[in-house]
């Protein structure tokens, strides 16, 4: 009997080890789990600017300048849902204070403007053409305010937490809320970031919130849809505030190796050069292969993308932003379109004879935390193995390309981790 008692007792542990594999660092919740399964939604600028041709609104326009004639709220939840986006965030109320619904904390709405005769709300009306199509509902609330009288003062803390309280009880189910650090070089108020998160919190506790340092997602560093190569869903924010308080850009786009939260990456891009709709960049619409890049940068690399599509002064996705995203759609189906194999438990993968594989898609159980740090991918080459491609962090998904390879076998090694490692998936396209 004894001599079976210890290797009865490994193999024991091997199976203890396989069904409680080991946590490493700061853990997701469960929201930023599912957030994270998102990987892709829209963006959506509106506002006054829409028709002024400016980016950053002073808040002394005149709410009649707002007049969506024709606004269409499920035509962008429905190109939204076409391109293969899981939601849309919208700018509720931009830098120039001015409110995209009838707040009741401010002078500067959609209610003072003679469009629909202060009866519109497009908060109301994308959040039910949301529900509509089947995706989600986000909301963008600038805490910088060029109008509110009580900006700068200690007051504005309560009227901001109230704005945010109305916006959560009024159109919920909100998935993600965006806060901006932007407050074009003024002195920062002294925002009080635990009511304003504390206020998300207690309406929306599956709302994923956005800063440059969360603690739901973190800003990505620029705003031209790039990565680096190493990114750590990890980060420390003690000592540091969004906006100017923030860590270096180069912090927030790698992350802390070591960080003591889990505050993954959200990309923000436009697709086109500035936030809002102008009429002179209809002809400067990113194409399929731009958008494409974007993606496998962030997608790719373990983020999310938010993609600003803003709409136009008639109040729908103008055809040049809409042609762009659904070529982006065909992009992505066209270059995922044939799945060579899936790798074994070893990380293999025969590819079928007169394939050349140009890709593998990896992901690691985020839930049980970030471990990898490095990884090879090889290929067979007779009876000898190529490296064909390395990396490091993988994450939620890594997108790794390499140049078309003729082989009868790919393999992935994971040369560092943090502890065991835990690949969900290995696709090979
Ligand atoms: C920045 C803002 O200043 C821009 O206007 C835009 O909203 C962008 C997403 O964030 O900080």
């Not at 983020?303 to 809409?322: F, K, M």
Request: hydrophobic share 35%; glycine share 8%; aromatic share 10%.
């Amino acid at each position: 009997m004894k001599k079976y008692l210890i290797p009865l007792l490994i193999l024991f542990c091997a199976a203890c080890s396989r069904e409680n594999p080991v946590t490493y660092g700061a853990l997701p919740t469960a929201a930023q789990l599912e957030w994270q399964d998102l990987e892709m939604y829209m963006f959506c600028h509106f506002g006054p600017n829409t028709f002024t041709n400016v980016e950053w609104g002073n808040g002394q326009e005149d709410p009649d300048v707002f007049n969506p004639e024709a606004l269409d709220c499920e035509q962008w939840a429905r190109i939204a849902k076409e391109a293969g986006m899981k939601g849309i965030v919208i700018t509720a109320k931009h830098h120039d204070g001015f409110c995209l619904w009838p707040s009741n904390f401010s002078t500067h709405t959609v209610a003072q403007s003679s469009w629909r005769d202060g009866k519109g709300d497009v908060l109301a009306e994308l959040s039910a053409a949301c529900k509509k199509y089947g995706i989600l509902f986000g909301v963008y609330i600038s805490p910088w305010d060029r109008n509110h009288p009580s900006y700068g003062t200690p007051e504005y803390n309560q009227v901001f937490a109230n704005t945010v309280r109305e916006v959560h009880s009024k159109y919920g189910p909100i998935f993600e809320q965006w806060f901006d650090g932007a407050n074009g070089g003024a002195k920062i108020p002294d925002y009080d970031w635990t009511l304003f998160n504390g206020t998300v919190a207690e309406l929306s506790p599956n709302a994923v919130i956005f800063s440059d340092v969360g603690p739901g997602c973190r800003w990505v560093g620029n705003e031209r849809g790039q990565t680096k190569e190493t990114n750590w869903s990890r980060l420390d924010t003690d000592g540091f505030t969004p906006g100017a308080g923030s860590p270096s850009t180069d912090t927030l786009s790698i992350g802390n190796v070591h960080g003591a939260n889990w505050i993954p990456v959200e990309v923000d891009v436009s697709i086109r050069p500035g936030w809002f709709y102008s009429p002179e960049t209809d002809d400067k619409v990113k194409d399929a292969d731009k958008l494409m890049e974007i993606y496998f940068s962030s997608v790719g690399n373990n983020s999310n993308l938010i993609l600003n599509v803003p709409p136009d002064r008639t109040g729908r996705i103008n055809a040049a932003d809409s042609t762009a995203l659904m070529d982006f759609k065909a992009a992505r189906d066209a270059y995922f379109a044939e799945k060579l194999a899936d790798g074994n438990k070893k990380l293999n993968a025969k590819i079928p004879a007169d394939k050349s594989p140009k890709c593998v898609v990896l992901k690691e159980n985020i839930a049980n935390g970030q471990k990898v740090k490095s990884f090879v991918v090889e290929a067979k080459d007779g009876k000898e193995w190529k490296q064909i491609a390395q990396g490091t962090t993988i994450g939620h998904k890594k997108i790794v390309r390499f140049d078309p390879v003729n082989t009868s076998e790919i393999r992935v090694r994971i040369t560092d981790s943090f502890a065991p490692e835990e690949i969900t998936t290995m696709e090979v396209y």
